[in-house]
Nanobody
Framework: QLQLVESGGGLVQPGGSLRLSCAAS????????IGWFRQAPGKEREGLSC????????NYADSVKGRFTISRDNAKNTVYLQMNNLKPEETAVYYC??????????????????WGQGTQVTVSS
């Protein structure tokens, strides 16, 4: 059974950094694109970044471009999201997901079919 587990969230001060991990079990990540999303209370889920299966294509939302970096380690069956210079308004639950079309990289939540449970990121002083 395909399962994704996010970790690495927590409390960080404004301007700080966190690295989120998305570990896969029940399947091999090698052939799958993976997307990262976040959802703040009362807001819609927002696409942040997506990485293709060989890692050649890496897309970013304008709001995080230059501050967030997505990467993957297929040997560890894990995808990462390095987040730098975090802002208070980026407090949210962060999710990773597998697209419905396994190879398709997109920023639209509707294109993704399997989701992790999320990890809370709180940016506050």
């Amino acid at each position: 059974q395909l399962q994704l587990v996010e970790s690495g969230g927590g409390l960080v001060q404004p301007g700080g950094s966190l690295r989120l991990s998305c570990a896969a079990s029940g399947f091999t990540l090698d052939y799958y694109a993976i997307g990262w999303f976040r959802q703040a209370p009362g807001k819609e889920r927002e696409g942040l970044s997506c990485i293709s299966s060989p890692g050649v294509i890496r897309n970013y939302a304008d709001s995080v471009k230059g501050r967030f970096t997505i990467s993957r380690d297929n040997a560890k069956n894990t995808v990462y999201l390095q987040m730098n210079n975090l802002k208070p308004e980026e407090t949210a639950v962060y999710y990773c997901a597998v697209p419905k079309e396994y190879w398709y990289c997109s920023g639209r939540p509707a294109d993704f079919g399997s989701w992790g449970q999320g990890t809370q990121v709180t940016v506050s002083s």
